[in-house]
């Protein structure tokens, strides 16, 4: 059972949807992060969230909207999104910057552009 | 800026057969080590982890140390069984850099009966 709970698991939308993924984590933990996982690529660092602020943005199209309401929840809002979109998108926790800086993921939330 | 180089895949090895995964880094700090394992359908989960030079991380017979000295932080296991099928990740951490972790490309091992 993970601490870091994503909905919905599987997602298909066209390019003129709107649509949100939700992360949720139940460890108390006070930074967050949404990741891109795509075929053949990298893992993508997208978005960085300690206490509720945004600190990180890494160049990401502004089709991709991140909400932080409080510690333990995290949104990425979907719009006019492109094929090339499609992936595995991953919400992460930690205790914030600590010397350790492991990683807690949920399982993902696997997203299909048309 | 910090990097994380593992050894390319795929892997593929006989059950119970010795795996050897390498990683490499560089960093500007000190950095804290880790391996990551992503089985299918699932997200990465931590294996083990090192914060100081000389440290060996171990879990569910994997091992890894942190050597400073060649800048490594291989994964190792004696007998791989089937379900280690999996994605291993290194990556590392860094204080001074808020956090953020830096990941390698990962690298696929199948094992097969």
């Known amino acids: 059972e993970t601490g870091v709970t994503q909905t919905p698991r599987h997602l298909v939308m066209g390019m003129t949807n709107k649509k949100s993924l939700k992360c949720e984590q139940h460890?108390?933990?006070?930074?967050m992060y949404w990741y891109k996982q795509s075929a053949k690529k990298p893992l993508e660092l997208m978005f960085v969230?300690?206490?509720?602020?945004?600190?990180e943005n890494n160049s990401v199209p502004s089709r991709f909207s991140p909400e932080c309401p409080n510690s333990s929840h995290l949104f990425l809002h979907l719009h006019t999104l492109q094929p090339e979109d499609s992936a595995l998108y991953l919400c992460?926790?930690?205790?914030?910057?600590?010397?350790?800086?492991?990683?807690?993921f949920g399982e993902g939330s696997r997203l299909t552009v048309l | 800026g910090d990097s994380v180089t593992q050894m390319e895949g795929p892997v593929t090895l006989s059950e119970e057969a010795f795996l050897t995964i390498n990683c490499t880094y560089t960093a500007t700090g000190y950095p804290s080590l880790f391996w990551y394992v992503q089985y299918p359908g699932e997200g990465l989960q931590l294996l083990l982890k090192a914060t100081k030079a000389d440290d060996k991380g171990s879990n569910k017979g994997f091992e890894a140390t942190y050597r400073k000295e060649t800048t490594s932080f291989h994964l190792e296991k004696g007998s791989v069984q089937v379900s280690d099928s999996a994605v291993y990740f290194c990556?590392?951490?860094?204080?001074?850099?808020?956090?953020?972790?830096?990941f390698g490309d990962g690298t696929t091992l199948t094992v097969k009966p």
């Open positions: 992460a926790s930690s205790q914030g910057w600590t010397a350790t800086g492991e990683l807690f």
């Open positions: 990556a590392l951490s860094v204080l001074t850099n808020a956090g953020k972790s830096t």
């Open positions: 460890l108390g933990h006070n930074a």
């Open positions: 969230y300690s206490l509720e602020e945004r600190v």
